[in-house]
């Protein structure tokens, strides 16, 4: 009788522990409270699976991605800021495939990446974060940079959820020249 109730009372340490855990790991789950607001380059958590088991989701064979503005070839004028940089407005666009903010990866969708004066990025390969890859994780259409004056080769990648370019079927090159107006 002893033995039976030292197996019952165990049996109920070990669920008492378990629901614990539970209630712990629970307790401990990220939420995400980005302010809407907040720069495009803080989508830099969202990755690829390391493993590399997910492929890169299908697009429609005519999608494709723009810029509206400026046009290749185009000279900016701006007045220069303290740093002496010119403000250059970007318009990105896309035909035929879903613009969805970073995080979750589904067919025919993603979003914009600009790569300032560096090379394309390849197809599957997760587009880097830093001061020449710019993403626009919130699916934003438009873009402020602030350049200074000189020469640029700007680049649009559209990756997907997890910031793997689509490649050379979802990219637009355009060459601007920036320069700085007298106050």
Do not use: W
């Not at 600009?114 to 890859?133: A, Q």
Request: glycine share 8%; aromatic share 4%; net charge negative.
């Amino acid at each position: 009788m002893m033995k039976r109730k030292l197996n019952t009372l165990s049996l109920i340490a070990i669920f008492a522990n378990l629901a614990i855990v539970a209630l712990a790991a629970g307790c401990t789950s990220k939420e995400s409270k980005k302010d809407e607001a907040a720069p495009a380059e803080e989508h830099a958590e969202h990755h690829a699976p390391e493993d590399g088991l997910v492929p890169l989701p299908k697009v429609a064979p005519d999608a494709r991605v723009f810029f509206r503005a400026p046009e290749d070839g185009a000279t900016v004028r701006g007045i220069p800021n303290e740093e002496g940089k010119v403000a250059v407005k970007i318009e990105m666009g896309a035909e035929n495939i879903a613009l969805e903010p970073a995080g979750e990866i589904k067919e025919n969708s993603g979003h914009h990446h600009l790569i300032i004066n560096s090379d394309p990025i390849e197809v599957g390969v997760p587009v880097p974060t830093d001061e020449k890859h710019i993403h626009y994780g919130k699916a934003q259409t438009e873009a402020t940079l602030e350049l200074e004056p000189g020469e640029y080769e700007i680049q649009m990648q559209f990756g997907d959820g997890a910031h793997r370019s689509y490649g050379p079927q979802l990219a637009a090159k355009i060459k601007i020249f920036v320069e700085a107006d007298e106050e």
